[in-house]
């Protein structure tokens, strides 16, 4: 385990520890030792950020390879190589990306003669981006072609069982770009070497969620596509909000919250058979996580208030009611392993100040 | 079951589930554990109790009678978690009593009887007889595999 991890839990448990037994200078002392860990994490992360033109590097030559393979003309553009990432995501993000690219080439950029009679210029641009924002690092793979071909992307997804028709009336846009990534999915009429065979693009996913991120595809048809990958900038370390459900305590990353909020019982209403809330003028759906998590309950609560935290996705947002909200904190993420994967709405788990583990709610799966 | 042959005897944790002694080869066996407390997980298999601190691992826990589908009993003094590892895998199995390590003579090992309609047919790798106890083998694998 990671030293200042380590450090950053026996920290917790220190802060826990003065709390209940409320000794003047011991509070001040954990006080003091919390500054000086700020500044200590600062300028370890600084030490690890590597810039990401070290995995860039590598797909100018890729490119010109592919486009002689594939009878394509190519143009590479790479912006903002000296943007910086944590080490270890470096190391994981190299294989995701080869094969984002890969399949720009190969599904998007179309041959020159198809090219021409769109119009277009016979060369395809494909461009690699990186920037930073708020906690974030972005990585976008941008290229001028062919764009999804959402008709044929859906009728694929329903004749594989990846969803059914009644779903896809309810899919929008960027929903039904986002099947390519579902596992066993392949359009490809003719498969190439190069990729197609359906097992790539679910493995990119699962690897970019696996390192805290996520990935969103926007596309035209016959303009082009975007890939936007997100990466947390500090790998393992993030502050967020505890909240407890029955004796249950969970963990909400503060990313997510724009606010927490009490509401009165009378504010709720229903609206196409869904519990929602006016939050400053917006609509916003309640999400009852003692529902989604099936937490036991000792007697039915029938409460004049609820605790709600208002948390967002892109425009998006939804409000998720808890029983109390107990605070702040910063905790180090844990993964939940090999064995159990795939938890719904769960994305990682964390070990309290009194040791015990607590869940990390992925908002993201929350908010449709 | 070949390894087993290839060997002359093998190195197993005996455990006691209900009235019967399994066993584990040592060198799936990263520790054994007192019961500690158990964050649950939703959303997953029943006999999958949650998750525990494991010195700072976040350790799935696996509720072996549950899993094999015996009557669930109250937790005792001697119950213990198993921490096994299998591939990349660690997961806690909970037992009733792990008592202790013994080494099975490759002799002593039989292929798993026909018992009929008993869930832990699947489970079982093989059975053997050391002195007069009847240790059943555990497929690590099956009990593990699925999941969900």
């Known amino acids: 385990m990671n030293l200042f991890e380590e450090l950053v839990i026996d ?46 590097n590598r797909f100018p030559k890729m490119i010109r390879q592919l486009s002689r393979d594939l009878n394509k003309k190519i143009n590479l553009e790479i912006i903002g ?49 990186a920037y930073h924002s708020g906690n ?42 986002e099947l390519i990534l579902a596992s066993g999915f392949s359009t ?46 500090t790998l393992s370390i993030i502050s967020v909000m505890l909240v407890e459900i029955e004796k249950e305590i969970y963990a909400i990353p503060l990313s997510s919250i724009i606010e927490t909020s009490i509401i009165r019982s009378s504010e709720i209403m229903n609206a196409h058979n869904q519990k929602v809330i006016d939050f400053r003028g917006k609509v916003v759906p309640l999400v009852f996580l003692e529902e989604i998590f099936e937490v ?19 425009e998006k947002l939804a409000g998720l009611v808890v029983d109390s909200f107990i605070g702040q904190q910063e905790i180090v993420l844990k993964s939940l392993g090999n064995y159990l994967t795939n938890i719904f709405a769960i994305s990682g788990a964390t070990i309290l100040g009194n040791g015990k583990v607590a869940l990390i709610v992925d908002c993201n799966a929350l908010i449709k | 079951m070949t390894n087993a042959v290839e060997q002359e005897s093998i190195k197993v944790i005996v455990f006691q589930l209900a009235d019967k002694e399994y066993a584990i080869p040592v060198s799936h066996v990263q520790g054994i554990e007192k019961l500690m407390h158990i964050t649950r997980v939703p959303k997953t298999a029943k006999y999958v109790k949650g998750v525990i601190n494991l010195r ?34 660690e997961v806690g199995f909970v037992v009733d009593s792990a008592n202790d390590v013994i080494d099975i003579p490759a002799s002593a090992i039989e292929p798993q009887p026909e018992v009929v309609g008993s869930l832990e047919e699947e489970f079982i790798s093989g059975v053997a007889k050391v002195e007069k106890r009847l240790l059943i083998l555990l497929h690590l694998e099956k009990v593990l595999n699925p999941l969900k």
Request: aromatic share 2%.
């Open chain 1, 11 to 56: 920290r917790g448990r220190l802060q826990s520890i003065s709390t209940e037994v409320n000794h003047g200078e011991l509070n001040e002392t954990v006080e003091r030792m919390s500054r000086v860990m700020g500044d200590l994490q600062t300028i370890i992360l600084t030490m690890r950020m590597v810039p990401v033109e070290t995995v860039f």
């Open chain 1, 81 to 129: 190589a000296e943007t910086e990432l944590d080490r270890t995501v470096i190391d994981e993000i190299g294989d995701p990306l080869v094969h984002l690219i890969r399949n720009s080439v190969d599904h998007g950029i179309e041959n020159p003669t198809a090219r021409r009679a769109k119009g277009k210029p016979e060369e395809g641009t494909v461009v690699l981006r």
């Open chain 1, 136 to 177: 974030y690092v972005f990585i976008e793979i941008e290229d001028d072609g062919a764009g999804i071909n959402r008709e044929k992307v859906l009728a694929k997804a329903i004749s594989k069982g990846i969803v059914t028709q009644e779903q896809s009336y309810s899919m929008s846009d960027k929903q039904i770009n």
């Open chain 1, 188 to 233: 490809a009429d003719v498969i190439s070497d190069v990729s197609g065979r359906g097992v790539g693009l679910d493995v990119v996913k699962t690897t970019i969620e696996s390192l805290g991120g996520n990935i969103s595809i926007e596309s035209t048809q016959d303009v082009g596509s975007i890939f936007s990958i997100q990466l947390p900038l």
């Open chain 1, 296 to 314: 036991p309950r000792q007697e039915h609560q029938d409460e004049e208030f609820h605790s709600v935290v208002i948390v967002r996705k892109g």
């Open chain 2, 56 to 89: 700072g691992v976040v350790t799935p826990i696996v509720d072996l009678r549950e899993r094999f589908e015996l009557p669930i009993s109250e937790h005792e003094e001697t119950t213990r978690i198993i921490i096994i590892s299998l591939e990349d895998m």
